[in-house]
């Protein structure tokens, strides 16, 4: 008995064998951190990063997106994909006349950001700095 693969079955088991045969990528870990004036706990993040929360006592929060670690973030922390995150945040604003977090390139740049605000709240992907307080390693 022959068997005959044609041409089109036989890239795909190729393909499908490459795939198998790389290894898994791994998601970095993600610090959220705040500003060690702000009093934030585990469970007011995902609050924070939709715009529910907004005080954290007198203090008014600022969370801060890293477009870096954005990806590992949504995916992790708030179990959303970019598309929905912008789409909550596009009606919200329109909504609530709450504006969206601000955008950081990178950890150093949204560390610096949480330093600077009173009710900084962000995420970043290397070890925190002791100037900062970390709220929960994901």
């Known amino acids: ?3 005959h693969i044609t041409p089109l079955i036989g ?3 190729l393909c499908a064998g490459i795939a198998t045969a790389l290894p898994a990528t791994s998601i970095a870990d993600v610090y959220v951190i705040a500003n060690p004036t702000a ?6 993040i ?3 990063f939709l715009g529910e929360k907004q005080l954290s006592g007198s203090t008014k929060l600022a969370p801060i997106d890293n477009s870096a ?3 590992e973030f949504l995916a992790k922390v708030m179990q959303l994909d ?6 909550l945040w596009t009606k919200k604003s329109f909504r609530d006349g709450v504006n969206p977090p601000a955008l950081k390139a990178s950890d150093a ?3 610096n950001a949480v330093k600077a605000s009173p009710g900084g709240v962000g ?14 390693k994901f």
């Open 69 to 71: 670690a954005q990806s």
């Open 82 to 87: 970019s598309i929905k995150y912008d789409s």
């Open 11 to 13: 890239v795909i088991l």
């Open 46 to 48: 995902k609050d924070i």
């Open 109 to 111: 740049d949204v560390i």
């Open 1 to 3: 008995m022959r068997i």
């Open 39 to 44: 009093t934030v706990s585990a469970g007011d």
């Open 123 to 136: 995420y970043i992907t290397s070890a925190p700095p002791p100037s900062v307080t970390l709220i929960k």
